[in-house]
């Protein structure tokens, strides 16, 4: 849950702070990285118990 929040905010800061148009590989890799950083807990949550 830590590792998740921190991921979020540091993501909010670099795209309010800086020029985020995503428009080039690095970006776009970072935002699929971002995508799988909050798909993980995500799948735990709906996994049967």
């Known amino acids: ?3 998740v929040s921190v991921a979020t905010v540091g ?3 670099a795209v309010k702070h ?3 148009k ?4 690095h ?3 970072g935002l699929a990285v971002y995508a799988l950083i909050w ?3 995500l799948t735990a949550l709906c996994r049967p118990h």
């Open 1 to 3: 849950v830590i590792s």
């Open 11 to 13: 993501a909010v800061l």
């Open 18 to 20: 800086l020029e985020n």
């Open 22 to 25: 995503f428009d080039n590989t």
């Open 27 to 29: 970006q776009r890799i």
């Open 39 to 41: 798909l993980q807990p």
